[in-house]
């Protein structure tokens, strides 16, 4: 599986932004796919995480604000990032795999496959 992740910018604080992550491979229904996140200085941290079923979850720092969706015709992931606040300022990573139990797919290292990752910059 190969991940491209795109859309991420310079936005002023209250704005919005959506990332995108795309797949490859005939497989995607199949995968467990998550948002993770690493600011300057700081570890990767669990963003939000959709199963192949639709259940959802996520960081209790984004709940409310930050929306995560999957296209399975499109092989995408989606990322709606709505109250953008400086502190979600970070290099964004798209992950995926298959098999996950609910209870790993916020640990980084239960995902095999990653994005390159796209920077989101939110100004004060």
């Known amino acids: 599986v190969q991940l491209q992740a795109s859309g991420g910018g310079l936005v002023q604080a209250g704005g919005s932004l959506r990332l995108s992550c795309a797949a490859s491979g005939r497989t995607f229904r199949s995968l467990t796919l998550g948002w993770f996140r690493q600011a300057p200085g700081k570890e990767r941290e669990f963003v939000a995480a959709?199963?192949?079923?639709?259940?959802?979850r996520y960081a209790d720092a984004v709940k409310g604000r930050f929306t995560i969706s999957r296209d399975n015709a499109k092989n995408t992931v989606l990322l709606q990032m709505n109250s953008l606040k400086p502190e979600d300022t970070a290099v964004y990573y798209c992950?995926?795999?298959?098999?996950?139990?609910?209870?790993?797919?916020?640990?980084?290292?239960?995902?095999?496959?990653w994005g390159q990752g796209t920077q989101v910059t939110v100004s004060s």
């Open positions: 992950a995926a795999d298959r098999g996950l139990i609910l209870s790993s797919w916020s640990r980084g290292a239960a995902y095999d496959y």
């Open positions: 959709i199963g192949n079923g639709g259940t959802t």
